[in-house]
């Protein structure tokens, strides 16, 4: 469901040319949960916003569901980053001034649906991150672990294809972080896809494979146990 | 993301920011509110002033002599003149009067008074509309006589006799260094036109005599200086008028020498609608010099508030917003600010017309299309000032937006 195929990316700051992805072979199946490690500019981020159609690839293609989107305008990369990307930040993103319901329902507003339908969907997913108490409460009066609950939230009610996680644990304490992963475990769990960027070795212990960068390119790409999906293949 | 979303989401962020989007609206709200008063008071001044040459006649013409051609003894009109364009245009014609008219003083309350002695003859009530409010007009037979008679008008009676019914009484004018003693035998009531309203300067005040008694008292013999015509109100006013001339002119074998002119009212008219027309356009300009301000102050919050929510465009990008519905969104915003800032602005600009009217006692002329006008206008400000601000935040790189603190 996601393949990518010598995948460059090069950005140019001034005259100087940074060559922050450098022919990238991926494949993740559906179901797989995967964590990208590395060190800092190893082209974690670079991967992550080329993966979350909010970059486009210098070289290289980039397949999702099967469709070829590395040729896709901006508007068109909207829509899909809108109905089969999820993405969850490590500063979680939501929107100051609204309540977590209204976060929740943000996707949905772009996706035409309407209101009524809205809200009983961002209720439903709210409940499903145990936050049903809180959904009137505004990012600044939950804590560090339920604003980051109210983003995975988020992107579940467009029910997407994959969710990318960039350091989701990074702001929050040991406690909460696990909760986090936990939820992440429990959606995969029912099926939903993830990669999950973290430098942290006990975070990516709950993924079901570590993919390593280093400099930009991939270094290591190892299962932690046997995937029970045939689809999901390894590296070449 | 349609139109109704983008407002909710645009009036949630104008109240998020009570204070700043109020000022924001001032300057729109001071902009409309100025373009209202204008219109509003321009129209109800052109509307006063109708209904003061209306009071006048619009069918009223005066006919006289042109002094700067230097008419001679033979050019001069005379009572046989009036005979033969009442015979000529007697279809035409609804009153007509010679007037000639000389200024005077009168003692009231111990100081002068300026007047004007004005020598009409019975007809000039029709033209010249006074409503008699005690004794009567003057007939023919005050004309046949000669009779020194005056009518005067109810304040100068209240000021000389402390009452209007002051009728058999005599009034003393001093005019050209000399006291000329008249009985008074009619009063009417003075009249309350714009001018007096406005209180720019006080209205003349006129003293009304048999034009033969004028004549002899001032010893001008058969001379008529104007004629004060009233015209039936179905006639072309203009051409009636160059008919008469000519025909005067060739009475006194002088045409083609301009020793005479005429005036209408109705011309007079449309000079006084230019001149408000044009003062009217002055003022306008002047008003939507301070909207454009005011659309300035638009795109500059818009601008410091795409900045401000660089973060949120960056989030609303990411989970799937497209450049339009970034673009609508601030575009929207815009168009409500300024749009709130019209309705309020028009709110205030129909208060500050009825106060003012009411202090200068010209009617509001308030009118739904100036409104409306004002009110598209404040919303074309939002939407020609908030395009380049929302186009800016549309255009912003979700990972670069995102990234922003």
Redesign the interface.
């Known amino acids: 469901m996601i393949r990518i195929q010598d995948l460059s990316k090069v950005y140019s700051m001034g005259d100087i040319e940074v060559n922050a992805l450098i022919d990238i072979n991926l494949r993740i199946g559906k179901g797989e949960f995967v964590s990208v490690m590395g060190p800092s500019g190893s082209g974690k981020s670079t991967l992550m ?1 080329i993966l ?1 159609c ?2 486009k690839p210098t070289r290289g293609k980039f397949f999702l569901d099967g469709e070829d989107v590395s040729g896709l305008d ?2 068109a990369l ?2 899909i ?3 089969k990307i999820g ?1 969850v ?1 490590q500063s979680f ?6 309540t977590a319901l209204h976060n929740v329902e ?2 949905m ?4 649906i309407r209101r009524e339908k809205r809200i009983k969907m961002a209720m439903k997913a709210l409940e499903k991150v145990n936050l049903s108490d809180r959904i009137y409460h505004q990012p600044n009066e939950l804590s560090g672990g339920q604003r980051q609950r109210v983003a995975i939230a ?1 992107t579940l009610v ?1 029910n997407p294809s994959i969710i990318l996680a960039d350091e989701p644990t990074g702001n929050l304490d040991t406690k909460s972080g696990e909760e986090i992963m936990e939820i992440f475990k429990l959606l995969n769990e029912e099926g939903v896809t993830i990669l999950l960027v973290t430098h942290e070795k006990n975070i990516a212990e709950y993924s079901k494979r570590i993919v390593t960068f280093r400099d930009g390119r991939i270094i290591k790409d190892c299962l932690k146990e046997p995937l029970a999906d045939e689809e999901g293949g390894l590296a070449e | 993301m349609n139109i109704l979303e983008s407002a909710r989401v645009a009036i949630r962020a104008i109240w998020s920011n009570k204070m700043r989007s109020v000022l924001t609206m001032l300057g729109i709200i001071i902009g409309i509110s100025s373009v209202i008063t204008v219109f509003t008071l321009g129209k109800g001044g052109r509307t006063a002033i109708g209904q003061e040459f209306e009071s006048f006649g619009v069918a009223r013409v005066f006919l006289g002599m042109n002094w700067s051609e230097n008419p001679q003894s033979g050019d001069i009109m005379n009572h046989a003149d009036i005979d033969a364009l009442e015979r000529t245009f007697s279809d035409e014609i609804f009153a007509i009067s010679p007037r000639y008219t000389t200024s005077g003083e009168i003692s009231m309350n111990r100081k002068n008074e300026n007047v004007y002695v004005s020598g009409v003859n019975e007809q000039y009530n029709k033209i010249e509309r006074n409503e008699i409010i005690k004794g009567r007009y003057l007939i023919e037979s005050d004309i046949n006589a000669a009779r020194e008679v005056a009518l005067i008008d109810s304040s100068m009676a209240m000021e000389l006799f402390g009452r209007l019914d002051v009728l058999g009484e005599r009034i003393t004018v001093r005019t050209r260094n000399r006291n000329i003693s008249l009985l008074v035998v009619g009063v009417f009531e003075e009249k309350k036109g714009l001018v007096s309203n406005l209180g720019i300067d006080d209205p003349p005040r006129y003293v009304y005599i048999p034009i033969s008694a004028a004549e002899r008292i001032f010893g001008i013999g058969d001379q008529i200086y104007g004629i004060d015509m009233n015209l039936q109100p179905d006639v072309d006013v203009q051409s009636v008028l160059d008919r008469m001339k000519s025909m005067v002119e060739r009475r006194h074998r002088n045409s083609g020498e301009e020793k005479y002119r005429g005036y209408s009212a109705e011309s007079e008219m449309e000079t006084v609608g230019r001149i408000t027309g044009i003062i009217s356009a002055v003022v306008s300009s002047i008003a939507a010099i301070s909207l454009v301000v005011g659309g300035i102050g638009v795109m500059n919050i818009m601008l410091v508030s795409v900045t401000e929510r660089t973060r949120e465009i960056g989030i609303r990008k990411a989970i799937g917003a497209r450049r339009r519905d970034i673009l609508l969104q601030f575009l929207v915003e815009a168009v409500i600010i300024s749009g709130m800032g019209g309705i309020i602005g028009t709110a205030f600009g129909i208060g500050i017309s009825f106060a003012i009217s009411a202090f200068i006692k010209i009617p509001p002329g308030i009118s739904i299309s100036t409104i409306m006008i004002a009110w598209l206008f404040s919303a074309g400000v939002g939407i020609f000032f908030g395009i380049y601000p929302a186009n800016k935040a549309a255009k912003l790189d979700p990972i670069e937006a995102l990234r922003y603190e």
């Not at chain 1, 993103?93 to 609204?98: G, K, S, Y």
């Not at chain 1, 507003?109 to 035409?112: E, L, Q």
Request: charged share 25%; net charge positive; hydrophobic share 35%.
């Open positions: 916003n979350g909010l970059d901006d508007d909207a829509g980053r809108n109905k993405f930040f993103n939501l929107l100051p001034r609204m943000l996707p507003i772009y996706s035409g988020r467009n």
